[in-house]
């Protein structure tokens, strides 16, 4: 089984190594680094081909990648997408991070979305990179997800902020998927506690039949 591991703004894959640690080496893992082009189409492109057939894990921007792909007809064997961008049902939910950018740069974006755990040496995103970012999830819309919706658990840390579970739970409601609180995380669930990331994957690896009924999908 291949996991695919997709990062968010203003990180790379090196955000992803105590996941990829996590998982262990019985797991196929890839964990590109996209592009950050700024452009849903460029992303959606270059991500599709790897994650067909696979098991997605996404957080915060990569969450929405993996929504958008599904609603594209990308087929996953499951997948896992903490906290992504919610359009129009959340509205102004990027708005605080989008201050801390305009204050502070890509440091004061990093430290705000995904707290004390980030640090500058998990990404090479210039100003201009996480500006195109930053603009490409807040035009994000969701759509349907289609029959991938009983294959998608959306997730939300128990230390977020209202906001952030106020918009998963919209999420959940309007797409159809799963959902569930992940305890004694916030935002960065895969830099706080990674092993609530991968336990769906080690599910589905020790009982690939009856997984889908059981805990992968909660």
Request: glycine content about 10%; some cysteine.
């Amino acid at each position: 089984m291949r996991v695919v591991l997709i990062h968010g703004v203003a990180t790379d894959s090196r955000v992803w190594a105590a996941t990829v640690a996590a998982l262990g080496p019985s797991v196929e893992v890839a964990c590109p680094d996209r592009p950050q082009s700024g452009d849903m189409d460029t992303e959606i492109a270059a991500l599709a081909p790897l994650c067909e057939q696979a098991f997605v894990i996404g957080v915060s921007g990569g969450a929405t990648l993996g929504l958008e792909m599904a609603s594209r007809g990308v087929h996953f064997t499951g997948a896992l997408l903490h906290e992504p961008a919610a359009g129009s049902l959340a509205p102004g939910l990027l708005d605080d991070v989008a201050r801390a950018f305009e204050r502070d740069g890509v440091p004061g974006f990093g430290c705000a979305l995904y707290g004390a755990g980030w640090g500058p040496d998990l990404t090479t995103a210039s100003r201009d990179t996480v500006a195109r970012e930053l603009a490409m999830f807040r035009a994000f819309e969701p759509q349907p997800v289609g029959p991938s919706a009983d294959r998608i658990t959306l997730t939300v840390g128990e230390r977020s902020s209202p906001a952030r579970h106020r918009s998963v739970e919209s999420l959940a409601a309007a797409l159809g998927t799963k959902r569930r609180v992940l305890p004694g995380v916030g935002h960065a669930v895969h830099l706080e506690d990674p092993e609530q990331l991968t336990a769906p994957v080690q599910t589905l690896q020790a009982d690939p039949v009856n997984a889908v009924t059981t805990t992968i999908y909660y």
